[in-house]
């Protein structure tokens, strides 16, 4: 049985730092593409970033980028997603997710992605 379990989360106020992991358990973890995506209230959710299996191949929604990083350690089988510069806008549920391929092109769309977490809030206060 797939689990992926999202932690990090919480309340913190723009400018600030949050960093975001996700456990996954019950998949060749090392062999999958990883997903963020985020969802706002009453927003669809969004492509935040993603993350080749081997780490070498990251890439950003162009509202985070510069700002976020995607990171994995194939050894604790687990994907991070460090926050910096956080704005108000930012704030949502976040979700990891998993995508069953080894991909050099990203992966954007929700449709792509086979197994999801149960999300983390984040909000950032102005």
């Known amino acids: 049985q797939v689990q992926l379990v999202e932690s990090g989360g919480g309340l913190v106020q723009a400018g600030g730092s949050l960093r975001l992991s996700c456990a996954a358990s019950?998949?060749?973890?090392?062999?999958?593409?990883m997903g963020w995506f985020r969802q706002a209230p009453g927003k669809e959710r969004e492509f935040v970033a993603q993350?080749?299996?081997?780490?070498?191949?990251?890439d950003y929604a162009d509202s985070v980028k510069g700002r976020f990083t995607i990171s994995r350690d194939n050894a604790k089988n687990t994907v991070y997603l460090q926050m910096n510069s956080l704005k108000p806008e930012d704030t949502a549920v976040y979700y990891c997710a998993v995508r069953r391929v080894r991909a050099v092109v990203p992966g954007r769309r929700v449709t792509e992605y086979d197994y999801w977490g149960q999300g983390t809030q984040v909000t950032v206060s102005s």
């Open positions: 019950g998949l060749p973890f090392s062999s999958y593409n």
């Open positions: 993350i080749s299996w081997s780490g070498s191949i990251p």
